[in-house]
């Protein structure tokens, strides 16, 4: 399962730690894949997702874990 399918799938706890442990795994072995190598990045670019978002899909008022997961993907691949 890739990462998307994972943030997808992510449904409950359990499911969400999966995926961080698969991201951060991600990290360590294909950083080259990787828009946002720092913390400062990483997390800047989730913000700017999150701004920048304008389907009607995510109900960022009351965020889930799939979510969730989606903000921490973006972290690694919006620039």
Request: hydrophobic share 40%; proline share 1%; glycine share 2%.
């Amino acid at each position: 399962m890739d990462l998307f399918e994972k943030a997808n799938a992510s449904k409950d706890k359990q499911s969400f730690l999966e995926f961080l442990e698969a991201l951060r795994n991600d990290f360590i072995s294909s950083q080259e894949t990787w828009e946002n190598l720092n913390i400062d990045e990483f997390l800047e670019s989730i913000g700017r997702w999150v701004e920048d978002y304008d389907k009607d899909d995510i109900n960022f008022e009351k965020p889930n874990w799939k979510t969730i997961s989606a903000m921490f993907l973006m972290g690694k691949l919006y620039e």
